[in-house]
T-cell receptor, first 112, second 111 residues
Framework: SQQGEEDPQALSIQEGENATMNCSYK?????LQWYRQNSGRGLVHLIL?????REKHSGRLRVTLDTSKKSSSLLITASRAADTASYFC????????????FGQGTRLTINP | NAGVTQTPKFQVLKTGQSMTLQCAQD?????MYWYRQDPGMGLRLIYY???????DKGEVPNGYNVSRLNKREFSLRLESAAPSQTSVYFC??????????FGPGTRLTVL
């Protein structure tokens, strides 16, 4: 089964609103990352948060990590039409090999 | 600086045919990866190469082989394609195992 699971699977909001998506994982991690995938394209790295960090910002992105609950959230503020994409969380395991495990993604649609 | 490149972009095969997907990166990364992406399944790791000269199985390696030709190139081979291998294939590279950089993908259809 997947290490990371995003919630919701799909989200549709109006332009200008904030979008929040969540990721839960099962085993202890070193880092958690968020990636974006525009339709038909490869994934693009957005932000990495380490297991000893609780919150991180990058432009309009805010990521939180709660290791006690094994969960993370990605907040996109003041959404734009260009934010329409799928968003994936990815984790690397403390006792795993040198690889990431991706969740199934949240499909975000920003309506003009 | 092209990043990660993949060839071909599209391919249609008949069941039983073989083919090799090519991947190259120009970022001098040590690690390279092959994933497949099916609708609703996210990305699943097929094989990875942590460094030049090493390869390891991922989550779904059956039906595939890989070759780490040199530090830049990592190829994925389907020896006898099956309809279940219809998917979009992504190659990625990274320095160590985080912050991966992805290629544009290869859309493969097996009839």
């Amino acid at each position: 089964s997947q290490q990371g699971e995003e919630d919701p699977q799909a989200l549709s909001i109006q332009e200008g609103e904030n979008a929040t998506m969540n990721c839960s994982y099962k085993t202890s991690i070193n880092n958690l990352q968020w990636y974006r995938q525009n339709s038909g394209r490869g994934l693009v790295h957005l932000i990495l948060i380490r297991s000893n960090e609780r919150e991180k910002h990058s432009g309009r992105l805010r990521v939180t990590l709660d290791t006690s609950k094994k969960s993370s959230s990605l907040l996109i503020t003041a959404s734009r039409a260009a934010d329409t994409a799928s968003y994936f969380c990815a984790t690397d395991l403390i006792q795993g090999a040198q690889k990431l495990v991706f969740g199934q993604g949240t499909r975000l649609t920003i309506n003009p | 600086n092209a990043g990660v490149t993949q060839t071909p972009k599209f391919q249609v095969l008949k069941t039983g045919q073989s083919m090799t997907l090519q991947c190259a990166q120009d970022m001098n990364h040590n690690s390279m990866y092959w994933y497949r992406q099916d609708p609703g399944m996210g990305l699943r790791l097929i094989y990875y190469s942590a460094s030049e000269g090493t390869t390891d199985k991922g989550e779904v390696p059956n039906g595939y082989n890989v070759s780490r030709l040199n530090k830049r190139e990592f190829s994925l081979r389907l020896e006898s394609a099956a309809p279940s291998q219809t998917s979009v294939y992504f190659c990625a590279s990274s320095e160590f195992w985080y912050t991966q950089y992805f290629g544009p993908g290869t859309r493969l259809t097996v009839l």
